[in-house]
């Protein structure tokens, strides 16, 4: 079935780097666009960065812009966000979505979600 | 960047009633508008696309409306399996992605 599944995440001290995996099966993964949205504890949804089908063009949200960047591999069905510079701001519930699979313009697939704690 | 305002920010229903919920952008986006279930501890899920449409699986009492700025999500008839937090999220100037700050859906 579509299914989508984050690693990577844990604790990590402020100003260093983690990198988080989107792994995809199911779908034709080259095809579609992929977003990563964030989830603060106890707080609302927050979108961070999107990639086009073929890698093409990346958009960042203004908080993480110049500090994370997207990827993907698509002969590995995999997304990917590394994230630099880490702010106690940025500890979060990480998910990757993917958008159109289903319905056009929606993040329609959804992973379980991978926890980045920021902390000293 | 076109911001979104959900009101209320929560709700207490009982299991039977009718629950509706404003969401308003800051500037006009036609029906460019997804609604999200989010239930504690999950992920979110697709309920509404193009501010109306039913995602399929999703049950009829569920239901979206609205154009343009102020837009509406309602649930028929509450039910126990809907207690949860629904966002809604624009998608027409783009990018950013924006969502509204949420509505927490909870049984009286």
């Known amino acids: 079935q579509v299914q989508l599944v984050e690693s990577g995440g844990g604790v990590v001290q402020p100003g260093r780097s983690l990198r988080l995996s989107c792994a995809a099966s199911?779908?034709?993964?080259?095809?579609?666009?992929m977003h990563w949205v964030r989830q603060a504890p106890g707080k609302g949804l927050e979108w961070v960065a999107v990639?086009?089908?073929?890698?093409?063009?990346?958009y960042y949200a203004d908080s993480v812009k110049g500090r994370f960047t997207i990827s993907r591999d698509n002969s590995k069905n995999t997304l990917y966000l590394q994230m630099n510079s880490l702010r106690a701001e940025d500890t979060a519930v990480y998910y990757c979505?993917?958008?159109?699979?289903?319905?056009?313009?929606?993040?329609?697939?959804w992973g379980q979600g991978t926890m980045v704690t920021v902390s000293s | 960047d076109i911001q979104m305002t959900q009101s209320p920010s929560s709700l207490s229903a009982s299991v039977g009633d009718r629950v509706t919920i404003t969401c308003q952008a800051s500037?006009?986006?036609?029906?460019?508008l997804n609604w999200y279930q989010q239930k504690p501890g999950k992920a979110p899920k697709l309920l509404i696309y193009?501010?109306?449409n039913l995602e399929t699986g999703v049950p009829s009492r569920f239901s979206g409306s609205g154009s343009g700025t102020d837009f509406t999500f309602t649930i028929s008839s509450l039910q126990p399996e809907d207690i949860a937090t629904y966002y809604c999220?624009?998608?027409?100037?783009?990018?950013?992605?924006?969502f509204g700050q949420g509505t927490k859906v909870e049984i009286k």
């Open positions: 199911g779908f034709t993964f080259s095809s579609y666009g």
């Open positions: 500037q006009d986006i036609s029906n460019y």
């Open positions: 990639i086009w089908y073929d890698g093409s063009n990346k």
């Open positions: 979505a993917s958008e159109g699979i289903k319905t056009a313009s929606a993040f329609d697939i």
């Open positions: 999220q624009q998608y027409d100037n783009l990018p950013p992605w924006t």
């Open positions: 193009d501010a109306s």
